[in-house]
Protein backbone atom coordinates (compact mmCIF):
# COMPACT_ATOMS: atom_id res chain seq x y z
CA UNK A 1 0.00 0.00 0.00
CA UNK A 2 1.19 3.03 -1.14
CA UNK A 3 1.21 6.39 1.61
CA UNK A 4 1.24 10.24 -0.22
CA UNK A 5 0.47 13.21 1.13
CA UNK A 6 -2.37 13.15 -2.04
CA UNK A 7 -3.59 10.03 -0.55
CA UNK A 8 -4.01 11.05 3.15
CA UNK A 9 -5.70 14.74 1.71
CA UNK A 10 -8.38 12.70 -0.45
CA UNK A 11 -9.42 10.19 1.97
CA UNK A 12 -10.13 13.17 4.57
CA UNK A 13 -12.05 15.37 1.98
CA UNK A 14 -13.82 12.33 0.73
CA UNK A 15 -15.12 11.70 3.99
CA UNK A 16 -15.77 15.60 5.03
CA UNK A 17 -17.93 15.77 1.95
CA UNK A 18 -20.04 12.57 2.97
CA UNK A 19 -20.34 13.92 6.51
CA UNK A 20 -22.00 17.26 5.12
CA UNK A 21 -24.13 15.62 2.66
CA UNK A 22 -25.35 14.03 5.61
CA UNK A 23 -25.50 16.67 7.77
CA UNK A 24 -27.39 18.80 4.57
CA UNK A 25 -29.82 15.91 4.23
CA UNK A 26 -30.84 15.87 7.69
CA UNK A 27 -31.10 19.34 8.27
CA UNK A 28 -33.16 19.17 5.08
CA UNK A 29 -35.81 16.88 7.13
CA UNK A 30 -35.88 18.52 9.82
CA UNK A 31 -36.54 21.29 8.48
CA UNK A 32 -39.34 19.86 6.36
CA UNK A 33 -40.04 17.59 8.83
CA UNK A 34 -40.59 14.97 5.68
CA UNK A 35 -37.96 12.26 4.48
CA UNK A 36 -35.97 13.75 2.02
CA UNK A 37 -36.42 10.60 -0.43
CA UNK A 38 -39.83 9.34 -0.07
CA UNK A 39 -39.45 6.65 -2.88
CA UNK A 40 -35.65 5.57 -1.18
CA UNK A 41 -37.34 5.48 2.60
CA UNK A 42 -40.61 4.08 2.11
CA UNK A 43 -40.07 1.82 -0.90
CA UNK A 44 -43.07 -0.53 -2.05
CA UNK A 45 -45.52 2.08 0.36
CA UNK A 46 -44.69 4.99 -2.07
CA UNK A 47 -47.56 4.06 -3.93
CA UNK A 48 -50.19 4.32 -0.50
CA UNK A 49 -48.82 7.70 0.27
CA UNK A 50 -49.13 9.42 -3.35
CA UNK A 51 -52.71 7.96 -3.73
CA UNK A 52 -53.23 9.36 0.57
CA UNK A 53 -52.03 12.79 -1.00
CA UNK A 54 -53.97 12.66 -4.10
CA UNK A 55 -57.21 12.01 -2.25
CA UNK A 56 -56.27 14.48 0.52
CA UNK A 57 -55.98 17.41 -1.97
CA UNK A 58 -59.12 15.80 -3.66
CA UNK A 59 -61.26 16.18 -0.38
CA UNK A 60 -59.54 20.11 0.07
CA UNK A 61 -60.31 20.86 -3.51
CA UNK A 62 -64.55 20.01 -2.93
CA UNK A 63 -64.21 21.91 -0.13
CA UNK A 64 -62.87 24.97 -1.83
CA UNK A 65 -65.51 24.40 -4.60
CA UNK A 66 -68.29 24.07 -1.43
CA UNK A 67 -67.37 27.49 -0.55
CA UNK A 68 -68.07 29.16 -3.99
CA UNK A 69 -71.62 27.22 -4.03
CA UNK A 70 -72.52 28.29 -0.29
CA UNK A 71 -71.41 31.82 -1.95
CA UNK A 72 -73.70 31.85 -4.56
CA UNK A 73 -76.23 30.51 -2.41
CA UNK A 74 -76.24 33.35 0.17
CA UNK A 75 -76.10 35.67 -2.82
CA UNK A 76 -79.51 34.14 -4.11
CA UNK A 77 -80.68 34.16 -0.94
CA UNK A 78 -80.13 37.90 -0.21
CA UNK A 79 -81.90 38.39 -3.53
CA UNK A 80 -84.69 36.44 -2.38
CA UNK A 81 -84.51 38.48 0.88
CA UNK A 82 -85.33 41.93 -1.07
CA UNK A 83 -87.53 40.50 -3.33
CA UNK A 84 -89.81 39.11 -0.55
CA UNK A 85 -89.50 41.97 1.94
CA UNK A 86 -90.62 44.34 -0.95
CA UNK A 87 -94.02 42.45 -2.09
CA UNK A 88 -94.69 42.16 1.53
CA UNK A 89 -94.61 46.19 2.34
CA UNK A 90 -96.58 47.33 -1.00
CA UNK A 91 -98.82 44.20 -0.21
CA UNK A 92 -99.62 45.98 3.51
CA UNK A 93 -99.92 49.47 2.12
CA UNK A 94 -102.86 48.23 -0.43
CA UNK A 95 -104.68 47.04 2.31
CA UNK A 96 -107.64 49.77 2.76
CA UNK A 97 -106.65 51.66 -0.28
CA UNK A 98 -109.90 54.50 0.07
CA UNK A 99 -110.34 57.82 -2.34
CA UNK A 100 -108.45 59.48 0.17
CA UNK A 101 -105.26 57.44 -0.61
CA UNK A 102 -102.34 59.50 -1.81
CA UNK A 103 -102.22 57.14 -5.21
CA UNK A 104 -98.74 58.76 -5.93
CA UNK A 105 -97.13 56.99 -3.17
CA UNK A 106 -98.25 53.96 -4.06
CA UNK A 107 -97.75 54.20 -7.49
CA UNK A 108 -93.95 55.06 -6.65
CA UNK A 109 -93.75 52.18 -4.57
CA UNK A 110 -94.66 49.70 -7.26
CA UNK A 111 -92.37 51.47 -9.92
CA UNK A 112 -89.24 51.19 -7.17
CA UNK A 113 -90.14 47.96 -6.20
CA UNK A 114 -89.93 46.87 -9.90
CA UNK A 115 -86.10 48.62 -10.00
CA UNK A 116 -85.31 46.91 -6.95
CA UNK A 117 -86.60 43.64 -7.66
CA UNK A 118 -84.96 43.56 -11.09
CA UNK A 119 -81.69 44.39 -9.52
CA UNK A 120 -82.13 41.34 -7.45
CA UNK A 121 -83.41 38.93 -10.17
CA UNK A 122 -79.87 40.51 -11.97
CA UNK A 123 -77.70 39.78 -9.00
CA UNK A 124 -74.42 38.01 -10.07
CA UNK A 125 -71.64 35.29 -8.45
CA UNK A 126 -68.32 34.76 -10.01
CA UNK A 127 -69.50 36.72 -13.30
CA UNK A 128 -72.73 34.43 -13.75
CA UNK A 129 -76.26 35.50 -13.20
CA UNK A 130 -77.70 33.49 -10.37
CA UNK A 131 -81.39 34.22 -11.43
CA UNK A 132 -80.16 32.90 -15.51
CA UNK A 133 -81.08 29.14 -15.35
CA UNK A 134 -78.85 27.51 -16.25
CA UNK A 135 -78.40 30.25 -18.74
CA UNK A 136 -75.71 32.29 -16.56
CA UNK A 137 -74.00 34.28 -19.13
CA UNK A 138 -77.06 36.50 -19.92
CA UNK A 139 -79.00 39.18 -17.75
CA UNK A 140 -82.38 37.86 -16.94
CA UNK A 141 -84.20 41.09 -17.65
CA UNK A 142 -82.77 43.86 -19.68
CA UNK A 143 -83.82 47.10 -19.71
CA UNK A 144 -84.66 47.10 -23.39
CA UNK A 145 -86.85 44.29 -22.92
CA UNK A 146 -88.97 45.95 -20.00
CA UNK A 147 -89.10 49.26 -22.43
CA UNK A 148 -90.60 47.28 -24.80
CA UNK A 149 -92.60 45.32 -22.25
CA UNK A 150 -94.05 48.32 -21.06
CA UNK A 151 -94.94 50.01 -24.25
CA UNK A 152 -97.56 46.77 -25.17
CA UNK A 153 -98.86 46.33 -21.92
CA UNK A 154 -99.78 50.53 -22.60
CA UNK A 155 -101.09 49.32 -26.15
CA UNK A 156 -102.55 46.16 -24.65
CA UNK A 157 -104.39 48.19 -22.01
CA UNK A 158 -105.52 51.02 -24.27
CA UNK A 159 -107.23 48.38 -26.64
CA UNK A 160 -109.04 46.51 -23.62
CA UNK A 161 -110.61 49.86 -22.60
CA UNK A 162 -111.47 50.48 -25.59
CA UNK A 163 -113.48 47.81 -26.25
CA UNK A 164 -114.58 47.52 -23.08
CA UNK A 165 -116.21 51.22 -22.59
CA UNK A 166 -116.05 52.12 -26.41
CA UNK A 167 -114.43 54.96 -25.37
CA UNK A 168 -110.47 55.79 -24.25
CA UNK A 169 -111.94 56.76 -20.63
CA UNK A 170 -110.24 54.46 -18.34
CA UNK A 171 -112.62 55.82 -15.64
CA UNK A 172 -115.30 54.30 -17.15
CA UNK A 173 -114.32 50.58 -17.04
CA UNK A 174 -116.26 48.79 -14.74
CA UNK A 175 -115.16 46.43 -11.54
CA UNK A 176 -116.59 43.17 -13.33
CA UNK A 177 -114.51 43.77 -16.44
CA UNK A 178 -111.19 45.12 -14.97
CA UNK A 179 -111.30 41.85 -12.44
CA UNK A 180 -111.83 39.80 -15.45
CA UNK A 181 -108.76 41.53 -17.10
CA UNK A 182 -106.24 40.71 -14.46
CA UNK A 183 -107.77 37.22 -14.18
CA UNK A 184 -108.65 34.90 -16.26
CA UNK A 185 -109.30 37.56 -19.57
CA UNK A 186 -111.89 39.65 -20.59
CA UNK A 187 -113.57 38.82 -24.06
CA UNK A 188 -115.07 41.38 -26.23
CA UNK A 189 -115.71 40.88 -29.32
CA UNK A 190 -114.27 37.47 -29.75
CA UNK A 191 -111.36 39.05 -28.37
CA UNK A 192 -109.43 38.17 -25.01
CA UNK A 193 -107.53 41.07 -23.67
CA UNK A 194 -105.59 39.76 -20.67
CA UNK A 195 -103.28 41.46 -18.75
CA UNK A 196 -101.12 38.52 -17.68
CA UNK A 197 -100.07 37.19 -20.87
CA UNK A 198 -97.01 39.78 -20.66
CA UNK A 199 -95.54 37.65 -17.84
CA UNK A 200 -95.03 34.41 -19.30
CA UNK A 201 -91.96 32.95 -19.04
CA UNK A 202 -91.10 32.92 -22.81
CA UNK A 203 -92.07 36.45 -22.46
CA UNK A 204 -91.14 38.01 -19.17
CA UNK A 205 -87.51 36.86 -18.94
CA UNK A 206 -84.26 36.31 -20.76
CA UNK A 207 -83.73 33.56 -18.47
CA UNK A 208 -83.91 29.49 -19.17
CA UNK A 209 -86.01 27.84 -17.21
CA UNK A 210 -83.51 24.84 -16.48
CA UNK A 211 -80.96 24.84 -13.24
CA UNK A 212 -77.62 24.17 -12.84
CA UNK A 213 -76.78 21.35 -10.11
CA UNK A 214 -73.03 21.69 -8.01
CA UNK A 215 -71.24 18.67 -6.89
CA UNK A 216 -70.96 18.86 -3.11
CA UNK A 217 -69.46 15.68 -2.69
CA UNK A 218 -69.11 12.68 -4.15
CA UNK A 219 -72.44 11.22 -4.10
CA UNK A 220 -74.27 14.58 -3.66
CA UNK A 221 -75.55 17.68 -5.78
CA UNK A 222 -77.51 20.80 -5.16
CA UNK A 223 -78.92 23.42 -7.55
CA UNK A 224 -77.16 25.93 -7.36
CA UNK A 225 -79.04 28.62 -9.43
CA UNK A 226 -83.17 29.68 -9.88
CA UNK A 227 -84.75 30.97 -12.69
CA UNK A 228 -86.07 34.49 -13.09
CA UNK A 229 -89.11 32.20 -14.71
CA UNK A 230 -90.32 31.01 -11.28
CA UNK A 231 -93.45 31.95 -11.14
CA UNK A 232 -92.86 33.83 -7.64
CA UNK A 233 -91.16 36.55 -9.42
CA UNK A 234 -93.60 37.08 -12.12
CA UNK A 235 -96.63 37.11 -9.75
CA UNK A 236 -94.78 40.21 -7.90
CA UNK A 237 -93.69 41.73 -10.87
CA UNK A 238 -96.88 41.55 -12.56
CA UNK A 239 -98.29 43.45 -9.23
CA UNK A 240 -96.10 45.83 -9.10
CA UNK A 241 -96.86 47.07 -12.63
CA UNK A 242 -100.79 46.67 -12.08
CA UNK A 243 -99.90 49.21 -9.08
CA UNK A 244 -97.22 51.35 -11.32
CA UNK A 245 -98.56 51.18 -15.13
CA UNK A 246 -102.66 51.11 -14.97
CA UNK A 247 -103.40 54.74 -13.71
CA UNK A 248 -105.18 53.68 -10.59
CA UNK A 249 -105.96 57.55 -9.69
CA UNK A 250 -107.98 57.73 -12.95
CA UNK A 251 -110.09 54.63 -12.40
CA UNK A 252 -113.27 54.72 -10.26
CA UNK A 253 -113.64 53.00 -7.21
CA UNK A 254 -114.63 49.35 -8.01
CA UNK A 255 -112.31 49.39 -11.09
CA UNK A 256 -109.90 50.25 -8.70
CA UNK A 257 -110.81 47.84 -5.96
CA UNK A 258 -110.58 45.15 -8.52
CA UNK A 259 -106.56 46.15 -9.18
CA UNK A 260 -105.61 46.55 -5.71
CA UNK A 261 -107.42 43.02 -4.55
CA UNK A 262 -105.44 41.09 -7.41
CA UNK A 263 -102.11 42.75 -6.68
CA UNK A 264 -102.52 42.21 -3.04
CA UNK A 265 -103.24 38.32 -4.09
CA UNK A 266 -100.40 38.06 -6.06
CA UNK A 267 -98.02 39.97 -3.76
CA UNK A 268 -98.94 37.86 -1.26
CA UNK A 269 -98.93 35.04 -2.89
CA UNK A 270 -95.53 35.45 -4.63
CA UNK A 271 -94.01 36.65 -1.19
CA UNK A 272 -94.86 32.92 0.18
CA UNK A 273 -93.90 31.66 -2.71
CA UNK A 274 -90.23 33.40 -1.87
CA UNK A 275 -89.79 32.64 1.49
CA UNK A 276 -90.56 28.83 0.65
CA UNK A 277 -87.38 29.10 -1.69
CA UNK A 278 -85.38 30.51 0.91
CA UNK A 279 -86.59 27.66 3.17
CA UNK A 280 -85.14 25.75 0.33
CA UNK A 281 -81.73 27.63 -0.05
CA UNK A 282 -81.56 26.82 3.73
CA UNK A 283 -81.83 23.39 3.30
CA UNK A 284 -79.23 23.05 0.81
CA UNK A 285 -77.15 25.75 3.02
CA UNK A 286 -77.08 22.51 5.93
CA UNK A 287 -76.55 20.02 3.17
CA UNK A 288 -73.18 21.89 2.47
CA UNK A 289 -72.20 21.96 6.06
CA UNK A 290 -72.87 18.21 6.23
CA UNK A 291 -71.23 17.43 3.27
CA UNK A 292 -68.08 19.42 4.51
CA UNK A 293 -68.04 18.22 8.13
CA UNK A 294 -67.82 14.24 6.40
CA UNK A 295 -64.80 15.88 3.44
CA UNK A 296 -63.10 17.44 6.58
CA UNK A 297 -63.50 13.84 8.75
CA UNK A 298 -62.24 12.25 5.76
CA UNK A 299 -59.49 14.39 4.58
CA UNK A 300 -57.86 14.56 8.51
CA UNK A 301 -57.80 10.52 7.85
CA UNK A 302 -55.63 11.21 4.74
CA UNK A 303 -53.38 13.45 6.46
CA UNK A 304 -52.80 11.21 9.17
CA UNK A 305 -52.03 7.96 6.59
CA UNK A 306 -49.94 10.67 5.03
CA UNK A 307 -48.42 11.76 8.11
CA UNK A 308 -47.53 8.45 9.18
CA UNK A 309 -45.55 7.24 6.11
CA UNK A 310 -43.87 10.68 5.15
CA UNK A 311 -42.95 12.75 8.32
CA UNK A 312 -39.74 11.67 10.16
CA UNK A 313 -39.48 11.56 14.01
CA UNK A 314 -38.64 15.24 15.08
CA UNK A 315 -36.39 13.98 17.92
CA UNK A 316 -34.57 11.21 16.47
CA UNK A 317 -33.68 13.76 13.23
CA UNK A 318 -32.61 16.28 15.71
CA UNK A 319 -30.37 14.17 17.74
CA UNK A 320 -28.72 12.48 14.17
CA UNK A 321 -28.00 16.41 13.19
CA UNK A 322 -26.35 17.23 16.48
CA UNK A 323 -24.46 13.59 16.18
CA UNK A 324 -23.57 14.25 12.47
CA UNK A 325 -22.71 17.73 13.17
CA UNK A 326 -20.06 17.10 16.24
CA UNK A 327 -18.40 14.11 13.74
CA UNK A 328 -18.30 16.75 11.18
CA UNK A 329 -16.55 19.47 13.31
CA UNK A 330 -14.24 16.82 14.86
CA UNK A 331 -13.66 15.72 10.82
CA UNK A 332 -12.23 19.16 10.43
CA UNK A 333 -10.28 19.91 13.11
CA UNK A 334 -8.49 16.40 11.68
CA UNK A 335 -8.25 17.48 8.32
CA UNK A 336 -6.40 20.55 9.53
CA UNK A 337 -3.87 18.49 11.31
CA UNK A 338 -3.27 16.18 8.64
CA UNK A 339 -3.14 18.83 6.27
CA UNK A 340 -0.05 19.99 8.41
CA UNK A 341 1.69 17.07 8.14
CA UNK A 342 3.93 15.55 5.14
CA UNK A 343 5.11 12.33 3.91
CA UNK A 344 8.65 13.12 5.88
CA UNK A 345 5.93 13.20 9.31
CA UNK A 346 5.01 9.68 8.28
CA UNK A 347 8.09 8.32 7.29
Same mark, same amino acid.
Given at each position: ???????????????????????????????????????? &???????????????????????????????????? !? =??????????????? *?????????????????? /??????????? *????????????? *?? #???????????????????????????????? #??????????????????? /?????? /???????? =????????? &?????????? %???????????????????????????? #??????????????? &????????????????????????????????????????????????? !????????????? %??????????????????????
Amino acid at each position: MSISTLSFNTSTRVSLQRLQSQVNDATQELNSGRHLDIGK &TLGRLTGSAVSARAQENSFKEQQASNGLVITRLKNI !D =ASLATISEGAESLAN *NLIGVSVATNFDTLINEA /KSGLQTMTGAL *NATGDGQYLFGGD *NT #DAAPITTTASAARATRLASEFNAFVLAATGGT #DASQVSGTDMADYLGGGSV /KGGVTY /KFSDEFQA =ASWTAASSG &TIDSRISKTE %TVTSSLSANNSAFSNIAEAYTMIASLGI #DTLNADARKAVTDKA &TLLLKGGGDQATTLRADVGTKLKRIDGANAELQRQQDIMAATVSGLEEV !DITEVSLRVNALS %TQLQAAYSVTGKIQGLSILDYI
